[in-house]
């Protein structure tokens, strides 16, 4: 798959080969492939090599570096240049410290954010965005009569993956944007209990616009996932998430934790001062919090001023 391959380029099926080990092969990978690779039907090619990774996107399925489930450490997709964070305005309600934890997971595999706020019909998005004011984060509103130009234009020319909760409406996104998609779609059910309707990631070739020259894009649609783990990110690294916080913290002192019981941590000063919102560092401190086994283990996504579920 991928970039150089062109639109009449054969579907082919391979398998992976035995001399690749434990090496496993993810969306995304682009690999060799040796054997029959005319795409014909019944054709199995194997694939002998997988090359380097440009990008590796990463979660863990908890936050906790001390325990083995909070160590289980998954790839989520290869090589992709932008993540696409999908979180419904309502229905269910928006997470921020999910959308923020997102961020860190891109900023840390230098994948570039998008913020996808579906579900513009039934919310609106002022409440998320105005959280987000000090970043310069790129976002589209998505409702089920929008037009998606703008988006297609953020997708032209890379591969991007979408990530979010289950019922966002991530598949019903890419069923429009590539019609022959044909992706299951769901019903939206009780958060956290919810069946999860796409159970594996699927990368998709975006169609060619009549407007528009060049590459359109690949989509990679994944199943929805309860939280986003950040075990894998060092807590320095977290900050990168925060670009809004990180420029405080040269003056903090050695050492510092950043954590609300630092007596000296400027970041105190700087959200005091009008810098940056008061929420975004309360909402970094509890990512701290969490990777330390603190956090609220029903709900560590959901921020102060997020909706409650079922609003
Ligand atoms: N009102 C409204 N409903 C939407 C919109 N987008 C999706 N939905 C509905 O939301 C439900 C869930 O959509 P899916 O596309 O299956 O959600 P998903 O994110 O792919 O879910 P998983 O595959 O479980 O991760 C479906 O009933 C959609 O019809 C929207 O913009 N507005
Ligand atoms: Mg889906």
Request: net charge negative; proline share 7%; hydrophobic share 40%.
């Amino acid at each position: 798959m991928f970039p150089d391959a062109g639109p009449d380029d054969p579907t082919v099926t391979a398998m992976r080969a035995r001399e690749l080990g434990r090496k496993s092969v993810v969306v995304g990978d682009r690999v060799s492939l040796v054997g029959d690779t005319s795409g014909a039907s019944g054709a199995l090619a194997r694939i002998v090599r997988i090359a380097e990774r440009r990008s590796v996107l990463r979660r863990t399925a908890e936050d906790d570096a001390t325990t083995a489930e909070g160590r289980l450490e998954r790839v989520v997709v290869a090589n992709a240049d932008q993540l696409v964070i999908v979180s419904a305005l309502a229905d269910p309600p928006p997470r921020t410290g999910f959308i923020d934890r997102c961020l860190v997971a891109a900023y840390d595999a230098g994948i570039e954010p998008l913020l996808c706020l579906t579900k513009a019909d039934l919310a609106g998005p002022e409440a998320v965005l105005g959280y987000y004011t000090e970043l310069e984060l790129p976002y589209v509103l998505i409702r089920p009569d929008s037009d998606l130009a703008a988006l297609r234009a953020l997708l032209a020319g890379r591969v991007s993956v979408m990530v979010g909760h289950s019922g966002v409406g991530k598949s019903t996104l890419v069923n429009r944007l590539v019609p022959e998609a044909d992706r299951a779609v769901g019903t939206v059910s009780a958060i956290g209990r919810g069946r999860h309707t796409s159970t594996s990631a699927v990368a998709l070739r975006l169609p060619p616009q009549p407007n528009a020259d060049g590459d359109p894009g690949w989509i990679i649609d994944t199943p929805g996932v309860r939280s986003f783990g950040l075990a894998h990110v060092s807590a320095e690294s977290l900050l990168h998430g925060f670009p809004d916080l990180v420029e405080a913290t040269v003056d903090c002192p050695a050492n510092c934790q950043h954590t609300a019981e630092e007596a000296d941590c400027a970041l105190d000063a700087w959200v005091a001062g009008g810098k940056a919102d008061p929420r975004r560092l309360a909402s970094y401190r509890r990512l701290l919090a969490s990777r330390s086994g603190e956090g609220d283990p029903r709900e560590p996504e959901r921020n102060p001023g997020d909706p409650l579920a079922g609003s």
